[in-house]
């Protein structure tokens, strides 16, 4: 399988920059992969794709402040974007890495340093000259990605912030959730739609580019992620009544399908993750990287945005939906003019 299979053209302008003026508000289009047929909606009308018994499983990821600016003696601006804040030194993708060598400071805003250490797996370790909380706390900035061509502003603390996240520690918005707010889930409540949760902490390995044209040949970076007790308990009912399970954002999919083998309990290898039943649950770092031919075992719906083409994202869409099906549903939107990425319009995959 070549990565140049999942390329597409998409006009610049329809990155979205800024969020949607109001949470629901955003486009929604439906894809049924039994009619083989698209259909427009506005993301609030998903919940009347909903039924009672069936389970919305949600990431609770809460996003760190985790991009740092700072000046190099000489003056040079330097980037400091956190991507693992559990090593000591942190490990960080630092710009431009090349120029700065082992050891040197880095000044931080409000006087903070920063030492620039080895390289790691993906970025340079990092050592800071006071706690990695305080200085996120009192000089971090909104981790935008790359294609949103701006500073962040006062809007982002609220809007790249899903409002279930409750679990300190990603470094990247689990997207997908962005568009719901706490009167749609109160309402699928009241409908009889269970809710569980899981924590992936999304992180570089997410977003991390394809760089071998052979797809077989990538290999995720790994991410920890926890599923607690009473979210078992929530997800083992759906399993055994049958019901519909739906996972909102591709992290919430992968986090359940690496733990498909506990979750329905079944005996043999695991997929190719770290993962453990824990004294809080099931918790481990996953590495599972789903592409075109991934037999699916818990997931029965996929709400998700747009993504990068060549992404690890957009081939597990494309999994999920079939290629050819998705990157119709793809032409369609673009034809359509919908917002693609982070910050951009949804699709809904029953």
């Known amino acids: 399988m070549r990565l140049t299979e999942f390329a597409y053209d998409l006009p610049k302008e329809l990155i979205a920059q800024f969020p949607c003026a109001a949470r629901g508000e955003e486009r929604l289009l439906v894809l049924d992969k039994k009619k083989k047929d698209f259909t427009e909606k506005t993301f609030s009308d998903i919940i009347g794709y909903f039924k009672r018994g069936d389970l919305l499983v949600l990431n609770d990821a809460k996003v760190i402040p985790a991009r740092l600016f700072g000046r190099r003696k000489t003056g040079g601006k330097v980037e400091i974007f956190i991507i693992d804040k559990a090593k000591n030194p942190v490990e960080a993708l630092v710009r431009p890495s090349a120029r700065i060598k082992n050891g040197e400071e880095i000044i931080l805003e409000r006087g903070y340093k920063a030492k620039i250490l080895d390289r790691g797996e ?4 990092v050592e800071f ?5 305080k200085v996120l706390s009192e000089c971090g900035h909104v981790p935008l ?3 949103i061509d701006r500073p962040d502003q006062p809007i982002d603390k ?6 279930y996240a409750s679990s300190y520690g990603a470094t990247a918005s689990p997207t997908a959730g962005l568009h719901f707010t706490e009167e749609m889930i109160a309402r699928l409540v009241n409908k009889g739609v269970d809710v569980a949760h899981v924590t992936l902490h999304v992180s570089y390995g997410t977003f991390a580019p394809i760089k071998k044209e052979d797809v077989d040949a990538h290999r995720m ?3 920890h992620y926890l599923i607690s007790d009473n979210n078992i308990r929530a997800i083992k009912g759906a399993l055994n009544r ?6 909102c954002g591709t992290t919430s999919l992968r986090a359940l399908e690496a733990s498909s083998r506990i979750l329905m309990d079944l005996s043999g290898d695991e997929d190719p993750v770290e993962v453990k039943k824990s004294g809080k649950g099931i918790e481990g770092y996953t590495s599972l990287f789903i592409y075109p031919g991934y037999k699916f075992k818990i997931v029965d719906a996929l709400i998700t945005n747009f993504h990068l083409p060549k992404s690890t994202l957009i081939l597990l869409t494309s999994a999920f939906a079939g290629k050819e099906f998705l990157f119709e549903a793809y032409e369609y939107a673009i034809e359509r003019k919908f917002k693609f990425f982070s910050y951009g319009d949804a699709m809904l995959i029953v």
């Open 145 to 147: 990605p790359p294609y």
């Open 122 to 125: 993906i970025g340079r370790f």
């Open 242 to 247: 049958k019901a519909r399970i739906f996972a």
């Open 158 to 163: 609220e809007r790249y912030q899903t409002v």
């Open 129 to 133: 000259d006071t706690s990695l909380d």
């Open 221 to 223: 970076h790994s991410e």
